[in-house]
């Protein structure tokens, strides 16, 4: 049996509703479980920056989430496709009508993501505060707690709500099939099988 962990809410149905175009057959949580049992597979509904944890200690072999979640946890793990689902981006949000000035002494940003963010204006050779917050990124510039934000953005519109707009973009992100590399080795069948069919499935909707 193949477990597999999904992050709650749309990646995890459309994932599901890709498993239910492979195997002809219904792929559905019932009201409030966690555990889903079908066939040779178990699938375990958990929080998005969870899912590569459960992986990551062999709780589940396989799993689906963002590129972005995958780049920030920074976590030994195999990363087998891009399922191209979930697409969106990390970006950079400013004051609208004002200009990211990368030569300024210091930047304070404010931001979920850390990891992704450090990197980023480490690279760029650019002084920056980064200041972690779990949630209203967007309130940060207004209220003077930092310069600009490092954000997941789909359209744009809740920045553009907040008085906020796209500067830089600095990567872009979709849900990826990740495995555990013990699992891999392990049930390297199950795995190249599914990981197969996932592909051929893709690659028809490119």
């Known amino acids: 049996m193949l477990t597999i962990a999904l992050p709650k809410g749309r990646i995890a149905k459309e994932t599901l509703e890709m498993f239910e175009k492979i195997?002809?057959?219904?792929?559905?949580?019932?009201?409030?479980?966690?555990?889903?049992?079908?066939?040779?597979?178990?699938?375990?509904?958990?929080?998005?920056?969870?899912?590569?944890?459960?992986?990551?200690?062999q709780a589940a072999d396989l799993g689906v989430v963002g590129l972005d979640v995958i780049e920030e946890k920074e976590l030994d793990l195999m990363k087998l496709l891009n399922l191209n689902i979930g697409k969106c981006k990390i970006a950079i949000g400013i004051k609208a009508?004002?200009?990211?000035?990368?030569?300024?002494?210091?930047?304070k940003v404010a931001t979920k993501m850390l990891n992704i963010t450090k990197k980023y204006f480490a690279k760029k050779a650019v002084g920056a505060e980064v200041i972690k917050l779990h949630g209203s990124i967007e309130l940060a510039p207004i209220v003077g707690l930092s310069d600009i934000i490092v954000?997941?953005?789909?359209?744009?519109?809740?920045?553009?709500?907040?008085?906020?707009?796209?500067?830089?973009?600095?990567?872009?992100?979709?849900a990826y099939l990740i495995a555990n590399?013990?699992?891999?080795?392990?049930?390297?069948s199950?795995?190249?099988?599914?990981?197969?069919?996932?592909?051929?499935?893709v690659d028809s909707k490119a």
Not at 24 to 36: G, T, Y
Not at 97 to 107: F, K, M, V, W
């Open 23 to 57: 195997f002809n057959k219904k792929f559905i949580f019932d009201d409030r479980k966690l555990v889903l049992e079908i066939d040779n597979f178990k699938f375990l509904l958990v929080r998005n920056q969870d899912v590569p944890t459960y992986v990551e200690h």
């Open 97 to 107: 009508g004002e200009t990211l000035d990368y030569n300024h002494a210091s930047i």
């Open 151 to 174: 954000d997941i953005v789909e359209t744009g519109a809740t920045m553009k709500q907040n008085g906020l707009e796209v500067s830089d973009t600095i990567m872009e992100s979709s």
């Open 190 to 201: 199950e795995i190249l099988t599914l990981y197969k069919q996932l592909k051929d499935l």
């Open 181 to 188: 590399k013990q699992s891999f080795y392990s049930k390297k």
